[in-house]
């Protein structure tokens, strides 16, 4: 399973141009969005409203990666002075955040809506020569999910709402087995690069449960709870013999299945009108990955593997994030301006970190604009990631993941809003 670097463990919460803009939407989540971040915010929002975004995530990352027990024999190529390998970077790195939904006020109190999403699609590639072949060649993550939200007012001054979807999973991944299997050398059999090819998907149920208040006229907080998602992926996974194996280009065909673990979610904030063209907002979300130990994979028809574990050992993943919005300008009153800031903690102890499934802490700096004419609403974002990758020297991983690196990501995002 494979995916680029990032934090919050399964993925990034960077969906429409209020949160991408401001870092800050669940207190105040006043378009499509909601039915991602707050369901109960669909009562910011009257009439029917079609609302379109897209985020395109451009990483920039590279890796140095220390030698392990016999892997210059095998790779061909020796450490540097300073104890490591050449460094590397992916010839492939991005990921793509896009979100259809349509909300609708339906009655005085109630409210509703309908989404499309993808809160992970990412993928990374490495040259199949490179030092990282037996970590990960090829791979990627894509988890479309469809929901229905509704949202309804108690009081003039508190809703709640929730959503009820679902999710399908689909990963893929690429690497060079690395012929040491449980100490013994199976190259003479396999090769010195046997080739495993792993697919999977997997559909699950999703639901999520929101709240909005406004206990006074400038002030708005939200809050909501995403329920956990355990899928079976299941699909085939092959290896193939290299060149210089008994049987160069042999194929043992089998079939996987593998457990995917998306946790417990709270996440909570607040914004408050510091003067008429001033607002102010702050979010914190918490993921309970405490629950994600190991991940492990069942291998049907393949005699050389029966199954792959790896050990996460998660702890619990926390962001906050801080911003402010300028709008209704005397000399613009259609355009908002938004800026913002974040840290996100990562879930994964550097110990059991992979270059397949990468997860880092990030400080983030957000910028972004939106602009109403007519039933239009125009928007515009830009943030800024700087990975803090650290450097490992106590990896467990199989082979050893013992790197050290930097990183950064930019991600660009565009929406488009139309009152019907």
Do not use: C
Not at 347 to 372: C, E, I, K
């Amino acid at each position: 399973m494979a995916g680029v670097a990032r934090a919050g463990g399964f993925g990034i919460p960077e969906i429409g141009v209020r949160r991408t803009g401001m870092a800050t939407v669940i207190g105040r989540p006043d378009d499509g969005s909601s039915l991602y971040h707050n369901p109960a915010g669909l009562v910011l929002e009257d009439g029917w409203h079609v609302y379109v975004s897209m985020g395109l995530s451009l990483l920039n990352t590279q890796f140095s990666l220390r030698p392990w027990d016999m892997s210059d024999r095998f790779l061909g190529v020796s450490a540097g002075a300073d104890g490591y390998y050449a460094p590397v970077k992916p010839s492939r790195a991005f990921g793509v955040i896009p979100m259809l939904a349509v909300t609708a006020h339906l009655r005085p109190r109630l409210y509703a809506g309908a989404a499309v999403f993808v809160g992970n699609a990412t993928g990374a590639q490495f040259d199949k020569t490179a030092v990282t072949r037996y970590h990960l060649i090829d791979g990627y993550v894509v988890a479309p999910q469809a929901v229905l939200g509704a949202a309804y007012k108690l009081t003039d001054d508190l809703a709640l709402g929730a959503t009820a979807g679902v999710v399908n999973i689909r990963v893929h991944g690429e690497r060079d087995v690395f012929p040491i299997v449980m100490g013994a050398d199976i190259s003479s059999l396999t090769g010195t690069s046997p080739k495993l090819v792993l697919d999977g998907s997997g559909w699950a149920p999703t639901w999520s449960l929101g709240a909005f208040g406004s206990p006074h006229p400038r002030v708005t907080w939200g809050a909501a709870l995403i329920g956990r998602v355990d899928a079976t992926l299941k699909g085939p996974l092959t290896v193939t013999y290299s060149d210089d194996a008994k049987v160069p280009g042999d194929v043992l065909a089998g079939t996987q299945s593998t457990q995917q673990l998306l946790p417990w979610t709270f996440q909570g904030g607040a914004n408050i009108d510091i003067t008429p063209n001033l607002e102010i907002g702050g979010e914190l979300r918490y993921w309970l990955y405490r629950q994600y130990q190991r991940q492990h994979t069942d291998v049907v028809g393949i005699f050389i593997v029966r199954a792959l574990d790896t050990e996460k050992d998660y702890h619990d993943s926390w962001e906050t994030s801080g911003g402010l919005r300028v709008h209704d300008l005397a000399g613009a009153p259609g355009l908002d301006l938004m800026a913002g800031t974040q840290y996100d903690h990562s879930p994964a102890p550097p110990r059991t970190v992979t270059l397949d499934q990468p997860s880092f802490s990030h400080w983030g700096l957000h910028t972004g604009a939106r602009y109403t004419v007519g039933r239009y609403r125009l928007g515009a974002s830009y943030i800024h990631y700087w990975y803090l990758i650290p450097t490992i020297d106590d990896s467990i991983t199989s082979p050893p993941s013992n790197i050290k690196g930097h990183g950064s990501n930019n991600i660009v995002t565009l929406s488009l809003e139309v009152a019907l």
